[in-house]
């Protein structure tokens, strides 16, 4: 999945599949995550997709669970795509959720995965989010590629909002 997003190096990728496998192992210790598999009738992997409990903060109503169903690491095999494979790994996930008495299942959609997600009745979210610079072990700032600042927004430079007295 990683390498066809294609961003990374080769050293890279190999280090965070060793953190991923780590993460993984301590995750499913703890009962939080859980991986289907979807293979061919010769019993090769068509493709894989994975549902972790990630803790949650005590909110009010029906979302107050002390863990969110979040969909994760969907990757279908190229001979596999456009057969339905990730659409039954998803509704497989989604039913677990839903099995398990929640009320929510989120997921970040690459741009190939967008449309399956979607015809699930899956919908965009408010979520925004900034990219940081990333300290150097040397301890100075190095902005990553992406970053331009902006006049209007700097990280640390937003007003508090005036309270209206309602929580």
Not at 114 to 141: D, K, Q
Request: hydrophobic share 40%.
């Amino acid at each position: 999945m990683w390498r066809e997003i294609g961003r990374w190096s080769e050293a890279e990728l190999d280090r965070a599949d060793l953190a991923y496998a780590r993460w993984v192992r301590r995750e499913l210790a703890a009962q939080r995550f859980l991986a289907l598999i979807v293979e061919d009738r010769a019993h090769r992997p068509a493709g894989s997709g994975a549902l972790w409990f990630a803790p949650a903060q005590p909110r009010p109503g029906r979302l107050a669970r002390p863990a969110m169903p979040y969909i994760l690491s969907m990757y279908t095999e190229p001979a596999f795509r456009r057969r339905g494979v990730a659409s039954r790994l998803v509704e497989g996930l989604v039913g677990i959720a839903q099995r398990r008495g929640y009320g929510r299942v989120t997921l970040h959609a690459s741009r190939a995965g967008r449309s399956v997600y979607e015809r699930l009745g899956f919908e965009g979210t408010n979520e925004m989010r900034i990219e940081l610079p990333v300290r150097r072990a040397s301890g100075r700032r190095a902005a990553p590629a992406s970053a331009r600042p902006s006049p209007r927004a700097r990280p640390g430079s937003a007003r508090r909002p005036k309270r209206s007295g309602r929580r």
